[in-house]
C-alpha cells in the first residue's frame, strides 16, 4: 500500500478518536457522577460544572501516551510499520462499537479493560499470521505478546470486583452504625472527624492518582508522600477535621456536601487524567508510528516499530481539545445520563419499579444471603442486634407524591463514603501499580455500601442481585467480545487491505447512527409513557385529566390488536399473527407496570383524597386488565390456530368477523377521539350503542350454532370462531364501562389539579 493509504488510516484514526472520546465519557461520567447525582447533595448543573472542571484539569495534567497502547500489551520490535497499523485500526473501530452498544444498553463498562483487551485481540490476531507464515509453532506467540502483563490485568480485574465491593460495605456499615440515618442531628465533632478523614482519602487520591504524571511539583511533594505517608496523611486528617469543624460551625456549612463536591472533582480530574489514553492513545501512538516511518525511506512492511518502546509524550494542544470534547459530551449526552440511571437505580434505599429481572442465580444468593445473616444474628447478643437496628432505623417523612420524584436515592452519608472508598481503593492499587479499572470499583463500591446500608430489602434484593450480576456479566463479555471482535476485524484488514478498512469503517458509521437512533427513539418512549405511571394529582378530576391521553393511546392500540387479529386469520398469515401477539405482550406489561405502582400511588395520596382517586385509579386498571386479557386471548388463539395448520375459517365466518370488526373500530375510533379531547360528554351517544353491539354479537353466535348444527365440519374452526365472539364481547364490556367509569366521575365545573413544573436546577 502507497503512503496516501497510510495517511488515509492515520486520517480516519483520528476521527474515530473524537468519536471515542464521545462514546467513552457517555460510558465513564457513571464513575463521578453517580454519588453526586444520586444524594442530589447539590444542584445538578452545580455537579455538571465541578464535573467538568475536574475533567479540564484532568485531561491537561494526563501524560497523555499510556505504556499499554504503545508496548504494553504487545513487543513493537516484532511488528512492522504495515502491521502495526492495522493493529491500530482493528483497535479503534472495535472499541467505539462495543463502548456505544454498552452505552445503548445504559450498562456502564470498563474503558481500559476493553482498550487491553482489543490490543490483545488485534495483537494475537497478527502474530499468528506471521507464525504461520514462517511455519512457526503457537509457543512463538510469547515472542509477540506480553503475557505477564495481560494475566496481571485479568487478575486485576477480578481483585478489583471483590475487594471493592467489600471494603464498601465493610466502611458503610460502620459509618451508619456510628452516624446513623439521623446524621443532621448528630454532634458537629462527628461530622468534623468524618470530613477530616474523607478530605483527607480524596486529597491523598488526587496527588497519587490525579497529579502523579503532572509533573506540577518536581517530584517534591509526591517524594515527602512517598517517603513519609503515615505522617502526610496523619498531618491531613488533624488539618481537615480542624476546618471542617470550623467551617460547619461558623458558617453552617454541611461537610458532607462538601466532602461529595471534592469527590466528584477529584474522580472527573482522575478519569481524564488517566483513562483519557484509552480514547486517544492508540490514534497518537499510530500518528507518531507514521511520522516515524515518513522520514525514514523504508518500505512499510519492513520497518521495525522499536520506536514504539520509547516514551513520546503528547502535545499539549491536543490534551487541550480532547478535554473540550468531553466537556461537551458530559453536558450534552443523553446516554451518559442513562448509564448513571442504571448504576443509580440499583443502589438507592428506597423501593420502587425494578429494571433487571430476578434469575435463578440471584434468588439462590439472596437465599443464601438470608439465611447466612440469621445465622451470624444468632450470634450477637440481643441487646447489640436491637442498637445496630436502631441505627439504621430510617425518620419516616411524609412527602406528597408531587415530590417524591425529587427525593434523592441515597443520602449525603453513603455517597461520601462511595466517593472516599473509591478514591481510597484506586490510590492504593496505583502506588503499587496494580492494574485497576475505575469503572469497576466505583460501580462495586456503590453497590456494597447500598447492601449494607440496607437497601436492598426483601421486596427489591433479587432485582438488586441480578442488576449487578448483569452489569458484572457484561464486564466479561466485554473482555471476551472485545479480543475476539479486534481479532477478527485485524485479520479482516490483513486479506483486504485498505478496501476491508473502507467497508468496516462505513459499517461502524451505520451501526452508530442506528444505535443513535434507537436510543433516542427509546427515550422519547420514556417520556411519553403512561400518564398513569406518574399520576401526581390528588383527585379523581387530576386523575381523569392525566390519564385521559393514556386511555386514549391505549384504545388506539386496542383498535390496531383488533384488526391485526382478524386481518391475521382472515389471510392465514402466521407472520402476521406473531407481530400482533408481541403488540398485545407489549401492552399487558404495561399495564401490570402500572398495577406495580398502585402501592406508591395510594401511599402518597393526602388522607382527604384517599378514597376517591384511589377507587378510580384502580378500577380503571381493572378495565384495562380486562382489555388487555380479552385481546390477549383472540391473538393468541388465532395464532395457535394457524401455527397449528388447522383449517382456515369460511369466508362466512370471516365475512361475520369483518363486520363485527368494522363495528368495533367505530366504537374504539369515537372513544379514543374523546379521551384526546377530553370532551367526556360525548360519552352519552357511544354507551348508546352497548344494547346494539351486544346484540349484534349475540346474533353471529346463534347463528354459528345452527351452522354448527347442520352444516359445520371443523371441531377446531368451531372453537376459535366462538372464543374470538365470546372475547369480543367481553371487550365491548370492558371498554363500555371503563367509558362509563370517566362519563358518571368527570365534572366539568371542577378545575383539576396540575402537574407543577419542576425546578430544573
Given at each position: 500500500?502507497?503512503?496516501?493509504?497510510?495517511?488515509?488510516?492515520?486520517?480516519?484514526?483520528?476521527?474515530?478518536?473524537?468519536?471515542?472520546?464521545?462514546?467513552?465519557?457517555?460510558?465513564?461520567?457513571?464513575?463521578?457522577?453517580?454519588?453526586?447525582?444520586?444524594?442530589?447533595?447539590?444542584?445538578?448543573?452545580?455537579?455538571?460544572?465541578?464535573?467538568?472542571?475536574?475533567?479540564?484539569?484532568?485531561?491537561?495534567?494526563?501524560?497523555?501516551?499510556?505504556?499499554?497502547?504503545?508496548?504494553?500489551?504487545?513487543?513493537?520490535?516484532?511488528?512492522?510499520?504495515?502491521?502495526?497499523?492495522?493493529?491500530?485500526?482493528?483497535?479503534?473501530?472495535?472499541?467505539i462499537l462495543l463502548l456505544d452498544f454498552f452505552n445503548t444498553l445504559g450498562m456502564p463498562t470498563s474503558t481500559t479493560v476493553s482498550i487491553v483487551f482489543e490490543l490483545l485481540g488485534a495483537a494475537v490476531a497478527i502474530s499468528l499470521v506471521k507464525i504461520t507464515a514462517m511455519d512457526g509453532s503457537?509457543?512463538?506467540?510469547?515472542?509477540?505478546?506480553?503475557?505477564?502483563?495481560?494475566?496481571?490485568?485479568?487478575?486485576?480485574?477480578?481483585?478489583?470486583?471483590?475487594?471493592?465491593?467489600?471494603?464498601?460495605?465493610?466502611?458503610?456499615?460502620?459509618?451508619?452504625?456510628?452516624?446513623?440515618?439521623?446524621?443532621?442531628?448528630?454532634?458537629?465533632?462527628?461530622?468534623?472527624?468524618?470530613?477530616?478523614?474523607?478530605?483527607?482519602?480524596?486529597?491523598?487520591?488526587?496527588?497519587?492518582?490525579?497529579?502523579?504524571?503532572?509533573?506540577?511539583?518536581?517530584?517534591?511533594?509526591?517524594?515527602?508522600?512517598?517517603?513519609?505517608?503515615?505522617?502526610?496523611?496523619?498531618?491531613?486528617?488533624?488539618?481537615?477535621?480542624?476546618?471542617?469543624?470550623?467551617?460547619?460551625?461558623?458558617?453552617?456549612?454541611?461537610?458532607?456536601?462538601?466532602?461529595?463536591?471534592?469527590?466528584?472533582?477529584?474522580?472527573?480530574?482522575?478519569?481524564?487524567?488517566?483513562?483519557?489514553?484509552?480514547?486517544?492513545?492508540?490514534?497518537?501512538?499510530?500518528?507518531?508510528?507514521?511520522?516515524?516511518?515518513?522520514?525514514?525511506?523504508?518500505?512499510?512492511?519492513?520497518?521495525?516499530?522499536?520506536?514504539?518502546?520509547?516514551?513520546?509524550?503528547?502535545?499539549?494542544?491536543?490534551?487541550?481539545?480532547?478535554?473540550?470534547?468531553?466537556?461537551?459530551?458530559?453536558?450534552?449526552?443523553?446516554?451518559?445520563?442513562?448509564?448513571?440511571?442504571?448504576?443509580?437505580?440499583?443502589?438507592?434505599?428506597?423501593e420502587g419499579e425494578e429494571r433487571f429481572q430476578p434469575n435463578f442465580l440471584s434468588r439462590q444468593i439472596v437465599k443464601f444471603s438470608v439465611k447466612a445473616a440469621e445465622n451470624v444474628g444468632g450470634i450477637v447478643p440481643p441487646s447489640l442486634s436491637k442498637r445496630i437496628d436502631a441505627q439504621f432505623?430510617?425518620?419516616?417523612?411524609?412527602?406528597?407524591?408531587?415530590?417524591?420524584?425529587?427525593?434523592?436515592?441515597?443520602?449525603?452519608?453513603?455517597?461520601?463514603?462511595?466517593?472516599?472508598?473509591?478514591?481510597?481503593?484506586?490510590?492504593?492499587?496505583?502506588?503499587?501499580?496494580?492494574?485497576?479499572?475505575?469503572?469497576?470499583?466505583?460501580?462495586m463500591v456503590a453497590m456494597g455500601t447500598s447492601l449494607a446500608d440496607r437497601a436492598w430489602g426483601a421486596e427489591s434484593a433479587v432485582y438488586r442481585v441480578a442488576g449487578v450480576l448483569n452489569v458484572i456479566g457484561g464486564w466479561f463479555f466485554t473482555a471476551i467480545s472485545a479480543f475476539t471482535a479486534?481479532?477478527?476485524?485485524?485479520?479482516?484488514?490483513?486479506?483486504?487491505?485498505?478496501?476491508?478498512?473502507?467497508?468496516?469503517?462505513?459499517?461502524?458509521?451505520?451501526?452508530?447512527?442506528?444505535?443513535?437512533?434507537?436510543?433516542?427513539?427509546?427515550?422519547?418512549?420514556?417520556?411519553?409513557?403512561?400518564?398513569?405511571?406518574?399520576?401526581?394529582?390528588?383527585?379523581?378530576?387530576?386523575?381523569?385529566?392525566?390519564?385521559?391521553?393514556?386511555?386514549?393511546?391505549?384504545?388506539?392500540?386496542?383498535?390496531?390488536?383488533?384488526?391485526?387479529?382478524?386481518?391475521?386469520?382472515?389471510?392465514?398469515?402466521?407472520?402476521?399473527?406473531?407481530?400482533?401477539?408481541?403488540?398485545?405482550?407489549?401492552?399487558?406489561?404495561?399495564?401490570?407496570?402500572?398495577?406495580?405502582?398502585?402501592?406508591?400511588?395510594?401511599?402518597?395520596?393526602?388522607?382527604?383524597?384517599?378514597?376517591?382517586?384511589?377507587?378510580?385509579?384502580?378500577?380503571?386498571?381493572?378495565?384495562?386488565?380486562?382489555?388487555?386479557?380479552?385481546?390477549?386471548?383472540?391473538?393468541?388463539?388465532?395464532?395457535?390456530?394457524?401455527?397449528?395448520?388447522?383449517?382456515?375459517?369460511?369466508?362466512?365466518?370471516?365475512?361475520?368477523?369483518?363486520?363485527?370488526?368494522?363495528?368495533?373500530?367505530?366504537?374504539?375510533?369515537?372513544?379514543?377521539?374523546?379521551?384526546?379531547?377530553?370532551?367526556?360528554?360525548?360519552?352519552?351517544?357511544?354507551?348508546?350503542?352497548?344494547?346494539?353491539?351486544?346484540?349484534?354479537?349475540?346474533?353471529?353466535?346463534?347463528?354459528?350454532?345452527?351452522?354448527?348444527?347442520?352444516?359445520?365440519?371443523?371441531?377446531?374452526?368451531?372453537?376459535?370462531?366462538?372464543?374470538?365472539?365470546?372475547?369480543?364481547?367481553?371487550?365491548?364490556?370492558?371498554?363500555?364501562?371503563?367509558?362509563?367509569?370517566?362519563?358518571?366521575?368527570?365534572?366539568?365545573?371542577?378545575?383539576?389539579?396540575?402537574?407543577?413544573?419542576?425546578?430544573?436546577?
Amino acid at each position: 500500500m502507497g503512503e496516501n493509504i497510510y495517511l488515509f488510516m492515520v486520517i480516519a484514526l483520528a476521527i474515530l478518536a473524537i468519536t471515542d472520546l464521545v462514546v467513552g465519557v457517555s460510558n465513564d461520567a457513571v464513575n463521578f457522577l453517580n454519588s453526586a447525582i444520586g444524594s442530589k447533595a447539590i444542584s445538578f448543573r452545580t455537579i455538571m460544572i465541578v464535573a467538568s472542571l475536574g475533567i479540564a484539569l484532568g485531561a491537561m495534567s494526563s501524560s497523555g501516551m499510556m505504556e499499554v497502547a504503545r508496548k504494553g500489551i504487545f513487543n513493537p520490535s516484532e511488528f512492522v510499520f504495515a502491521e502495526i497499523m492495522i493493529i491500530f485500526m482493528a483497535v479503534m473501530i472495535t472499541d467505539i462499537l462495543l463502548l456505544d452498544f454498552f452505552n445503548t444498553l445504559g450498562m456502564p463498562t470498563s474503558t481500559t479493560v476493553s482498550i487491553v483487551f482489543e490490543l490483545l485481540g488485534a495483537a494475537v490476531a497478527i502474530s499468528l499470521v506471521k507464525i504461520t507464515a514462517m511455519d512457526g509453532s503457537l509457543s512463538n506467540l510469547s515472542d509477540y505478546i506480553n503475557t505477564e502483563k495481560a494475566t496481571q490485568i485479568i487478575i486485576g480485574i477480578l481483585l478489583s470486583v471483590v475487594i471493592a465491593f467489600t471494603i464498601g460495605a465493610l466502611v458503610q456499615f460502620i459509618s451508619r452504625v456510628l452516624i446513623s440515618f439521623k446524621f443532621e442531628e448528630k454532634p458537629k465533632w462527628i461530622e468534623s472527624v468524618f470530613g477530616g478523614l474523607a478530605i483527607t482519602a480524596i486529597i491523598y487520591f488526587i496527588l497519587i492518582k490525579g497529579l502523579k504524571s503532572a509533573n506540577l511539583f518536581d517530584g517534591l511533594l509526591l517524594d515527602f508522600i512517598a517517603q513519609s505517608t503515615a505522617l502526610f496523611l496523619l498531618g491531613n486528617v488533624l488539618l481537615w477535621t480542624l476546618i471542617s469543624w470550623a467551617f460547619s460551625l461558623f458558617f453552617k456549612w454541611n461537610i458532607y456536601r462538601v466532602v461529595i463536591v471534592i469527590g466528584t472533582f477529584a474522580l472527573a480530574m482522575a478519569f481524564a487524567g488517566n483513562d483519557l489514553v484509552n480514547f486517544i492513545g492508540v490514534p497518537i501512538a499510530a500518528l507518531q508510528s507514521y511520522q516515524d516511518w515518513q522520514g525514514s525511506g523504508i518500505a512499510a512492511a519492513d520497518f521495525n516499530m522499536q520506536g514504539l518502546a520509547g516514551a513520546v509524550r503528547t502535545p499539549t494542544l491536543l490534551l487541550l481539545l480532547s478535554g473540550a470534547i468531553m466537556v461537551i459530551t458530559l453536558w450534552f449526552s443523553s446516554k451518559a445520563k442513562s448509564v448513571v440511571k442504571t448504576s443509580v437505580d440499583l443502589s438507592r434505599q428506597d423501593e420502587g419499579e425494578e429494571r433487571f429481572q430476578p434469575n435463578f442465580l440471584s434468588r439462590q444468593i439472596v437465599k443464601f444471603s438470608v439465611k447466612a445473616a440469621e445465622n451470624v444474628g444468632g450470634i450477637v447478643p440481643p441487646s447489640l442486634s436491637k442498637r445496630i437496628d436502631a441505627q439504621f432505623e430510617m425518620p419516616y417523612k411524609y412527602v406528597p407524591k408531587s415530590k417524591a420524584q425529587d427525593l434523592p436515592a441515597f443520602d449525603l452519608v453513603r455517597a461520601a463514603v462511595n466517593l472516599m472508598v473509591a478514591s481510597v481503593l484506586i490510590s492504593i492499587a496505583t502506588s503499587m501499580k496494580l492494574p485497576l479499572s475505575t469503572t469497576y470499583v466505583t460501580f462495586m463500591v456503590a453497590m456494597g455500601t447500598s447492601l449494607a446500608d440496607r437497601a436492598w430489602g426483601a421486596e427489591s434484593a433479587v432485582y438488586r442481585v441480578a442488576g449487578v450480576l448483569n452489569v458484572i456479566g457484561g464486564w466479561f463479555f466485554t473482555a471476551i467480545s472485545a479480543f475476539t471482535a479486534a481479532a477478527v476485524i485485524a485479520y479482516i484488514i490483513h486479506l483486504g487491505g485498505v478496501v476491508a478498512v473502507v467497508i468496516l469503517l462505513i459499517l461502524a458509521a451505520v451501526l452508530l447512527l442506528r444505535n443513535y437512533m434507537t436510543h433516542n427513539r427509546k427515550t422519547k418512549e420514556i417520556k411519553a409513557e403512561d400518564s398513569l405511571r406518574r399520576a401526581e394529582s390528588q383527585s379523581i378530576q387530576g386523575v381523569i385529566e392525566e390519564s385521559a391521553d393514556n386511555i386514549g393511546k391505549m384504545i388506539k392500540r386496542s383498535n390496531k390488536i383488533y384488526t391485526g387479529a382478524i386481518n391475521g386469520l382472515a389471510r392465514h398469515d402466521l407472520e402476521a399473527l406473531k407481530k400482533n401477539n408481541k403488540g398485545v405482550s407489549k401492552m399487558s406489561k404495561e399495564i401490570e407496570g402500572l398495577q406495580n405502582n398502585i402501592f406508591y400511588f395510594i401511599k402518597n395520596l393526602d388522607e382527604s383524597s384517599v378514597g376517591g382517586a384511589s377507587n378510580f385509579y384502580i378500577s380503571i386498571l381493572g378495565l384495562l386488565e380486562d382489555l388487555s386479557q380479552s385481546l390477549e386471548l383472540i391473538s393468541r388463539n388465532g395464532f395457535t390456530h394457524v401455527n397449528n395448520n388447522h383449517k382456515k375459517l369460511k369466508y362466512t365466518q370471516i365475512k361475520e368477523l369483518k363486520d363485527l370488526d368494522n363495528h368495533l373500530e367505530k366504537l374504539f375510533e369515537d372513544a379514543a377521539e374523546i379521551f384526546s379531547n377530553r370532551t367526556f360528554e360525548n360519552f352519552a351517544p357511544v354507551l348508546a350503542t352497548r344494547d346494539s353491539l351486544m346484540k349484534l354479537v349475540d346474533k353471529k353466535i346463534e347463528e354459528q350454532v345452527s351452522r354448527t348444527r347442520t352444516e359445520e365440519s371443523s371441531p377446531k374452526n368451531t372453537r376459535l370462531y366462538f372464543s374470538l365472539l365470546t372475547e369480543s364481547r367481553d371487550l365491548i364490556k370492558a371498554i363500555m364501562k371503563l367509558m362509563e367509569k370517566f362519563y358518571v366521575e368527570h365534572d366539568s365545573s371542577i378545575e383539576p389539579a396540575r402537574i407543577k413544573p419542576r425546578d430544573t436546577k
